[in-house]
């Protein structure tokens, strides 16, 4: 059953810009997705989030491609592009520690790992296998401790997003899920303790499809990850693309708007889509992107950045930089995936690049003083964006 909207917006727009705050909520913001802000910004990045580095230990053993699954306290998880089944558990300084692979077809086994969710509190962490369709849950020496399910029925396929909620829950989004795809589940089993529904008429996806009749395959093609979940302060941003509105899930589990967009997505055509990129506590940042796509120029999916001063109550047009060069260093904010409240966000920066930079003296500061160290054969960086 196709669920109906039930939160109504009273919006005005000035002609101007992209949108503003709607009369009598000081929180939510409205966004006119068909209007390009007129004036442009360029910031530095760390005029308004703290930034951290860290050069990930290189050895025999570890020698890898610095995709980061989860940074905690006191441990950072990475495991390469390619899924070989290798997890490198460093310490929070980047020192290696161990590497676990328990990729396999047996029951303590994951097929291969598309997410991983740190759990210190626990000592445990989990391995988002949607190949088999399940979580394996481990102890951070790679130790098996248990196994529990995706959600099944209702449309449900597997987990897109994964993120430790509280102590004994984690939040999932289940994209496939026409229903109800935030849902908050147990540690132990995996039961579905809160399905949160947030309100869209029908589901639409970020995607483009084309049937090949000769081979009889169906090609699908789409613009890249985006953010469904977002801890921020304290609370998650639930960002559906079926939506009109990214709500706010607070500690009782209800929603509040946080952003709403108009026109609704369900009345253009071609549809046109709102993702939400980086958040502080001033800026937010998003891109729109319009679903089209041309399968023989290989070529679509057009995109337009715009970021959100909520000081000034208004939208621009942005490019920023990175503090740490000595030249005008553009920081790409799609580039970059959420952490957790602590961390807004993560990046690696390859090695061999790094070295081009310092030896062109453009790095300054503690970025400089790692690039130093470095070698061509060395793991990437991993830059941490912190909430101040």
Known sequence: MKRTIAF???????????????????????????????????????????????????NDEFVNQGFVQAIGEKNILVRNYKDDGDIFVYDRTGKALRKINRKGQG?????GVFNMILDEDNDEMFVSDIYAKKIVVYDMYGTFKRSFKHKEGTGSQFYIDMFNYDKDHLICYDEYNEEIPFLIISKQDGKVVKEVEVPYKEKIFLQQQMRDEASDITYTVGPGPHRSIIPFKGDWLLSELSSDTVYSLL????????????????????????LMRLFSDRYYFMETIKNVYDFDSKSGFPRTFLMYDKLEDSFFKYTVY??????????????????????ESWRSLESYRLILSYEKDQLKGKLKEIAATLDEDSNPVIMLVKHR
């Open 322 to 343: 990175n503090g740490d060069y000595t030249i005008k260093e553009e920081i790409y904010m799609n580039s970059f995936r959420p952490v957790n409240h602590e961390i």
């Open 8 to 58: 109504l917006l009273m919006i005005l727009f000035i002609g101007a810009g992209c949108g503003q705050r709607q009369s009598g909520n000081d929180d939510l913001v409205l966004v006119d997705i068909t209007k390009t802000p007129s004036s442009k910004k360029e910031l530095i990045l760390q005029d308004f989030m703290d930034v951290e580095y860290i050069a990930l230990e290189t």
């Open 107 to 111: 029951g303590e086994e994951y097929t």
């Open 251 to 274: 500690s009782d589990y209800s929603l509040r708007p946080f952003l709403a967009r108009t026109p609704p997505i369900g009345s253009m055509d071609p549809k046109e889509f709102l």
